[in-house]
């Protein structure tokens, strides 16, 4: 990957990082992408670089988060065994609800968004589409 392609890509990653903790803090409608690019240490205008809109901002947020938590318990699910999988699965839940506490509280807020685009993210879980 060519270094600007590579350094355009961690910036991505950087911004919906910021997303996730500002929208999760703050709530999806007080948060504003100006609160994203000061966490992310970027200009505002910088955001809608990567990001269209706000909305935008919050769905690829959501796939970050659904993709991660829905990955670990698909390792779960592949190392266990039937006895083991219920205790697995609820030990990897706490430690999703402990170590990535804004992704479940940006899920949590989501669930009450009345955008339609939202609601269907919320819905179809990692099969979440950016837009």
Known sequence: MPKKEATSVNRRTEII?????????????????????????????????????????????????????????????????????ESDLIRTYEKILEQHKNETLLQMQAQTIQEEAIQEAMRNGEKIKSR
């Not at 409608?29 to 205008?45: G, M």
């Not at 919050?58 to 988060?65: D, F, I, K, M, Q």
């Open 17 to 85: 990082s910021a997303a996730i903790e500002v929208f999760a803090e703050n709530g999806y409608y007080r948060a504003t992408t100006a609160h994203v690019a000061e966490r992310a240490s970027i200009s505002q205008p910088y955001v809608f670089r990567f990001f269209k809109t706000k909305e935008a901002l919050l769905l690829s947020a959501l796939e970050v988060s659904w993709t991660r938590i829905t990955e670990a318990f698909r390792q779960v699910v592949a190392a266990s065994s039937s006895e083991q999988l």
